[in-house]
């Protein structure tokens, strides 16, 4: 069964750069049937969809973020990971990484890495 | 960007009801609609997508139907472990986006 784990740090200072990473396991990201993609929720807040990235590396970001925030792959490790730049306060939430399977949208979940952004 | 509003956004039921929440869209989505589970302190889980289709593992005690804007999530005979909040997405065009969630609580 595919599963899916963020790691990286859980504070941030203001104006640095937030960087996580989510490792695949029981399915390659290199497959052609999904992409890999990022979601967060700040506390008590709703879902807010951040962007996904396919095997072929074309990237979809959400316009609100598209300025800050890159996704990538790494094909060796398999892995895909999130950079935002220049962070605030309103960048505090939990970020969880998700497959996303081709007409079928978010199947499987990682468990959420909870990122503070505070000095 | 496709705005999804859902309906209501809390709702109180007892144990053994059956509840339906809507959610629509703000323009045609055709049937690129999925409907996710959350519990408190833990990550979504994936109900439904096209709109009707059930994840694997997913009880029949979950339904989803609709097309185009409007959609609808049934539960069947709630369970203790039924009551979380449930949101619906669309995954017809980019942004995907989400409705701001229901809860669904014990009466």
């Known amino acids: 069964q595919l599963q899916l784990q963020e790691s990286g740090p859980g504070l941030v200072n203001p104006s640095e750069t937030l960087s996580l990473t989510c490792t695949v396991s029981?399915?390659?990201?290199?497959?052609?049937?999904?992409?890999w993609g990022w979601v967060r929720q700040p506390p008590g807040e709703g879902l807010e969809w951040i962007g996904i990235?396919?095997?072929?590396?074309?990237?979809y970001y959400n316009p609100s973020l598209e300025s800050r925030v890159t996704i990538s792959l790494d094909m060796s490790k398999n892995q895909f990971s999130l950079r935002l730049t220049s962070v605030t306060a309103a960048d505090t939430a939990m970020y969880y990484c998700a497959s996303v399977r081709l007409g079928e949208g978010f199947d499987y979940w990682g468990q959420g890495i909870l990122v503070t952004v505070s000095s | 960007d496709i705005q999804m509003t859902q309906s209501p956004s809390s709702l109180s039921a007892s144990v053994g009801d059956r509840v339906t929440i809507t959610c629509r869209a703000s323009?045609?989505?055709?049937?690129?609609l999925a409907w996710f589970q959350q519990k408190p302190g833990k990550a979504p889980k994936s109900l439904i997508y096209a709109a009707s289709s059930l994840q694997s593992g997913v009880p029949s005690k979950f339904s989803g139907s609709g097309s185009g804007t409007d959609f609808t999530l049934t539960i069947n005979n709630l369970q203790p472990e039924d009551f979380a909040s449930y949101y619906c997405q669309q995954y017809n065009s980019y942004p995907y986006t989400f409705g701001q969630g229901t809860k669904l609580e014990i009466k």
């Open positions: 323009q045609g989505i055709s049937n690129y």
């Open positions: 990235i396919y095997y072929t590396g074309d990237t």
């Open positions: 029981g399915a390659s990201i290199s497959s052609t049937t999904h992409y």
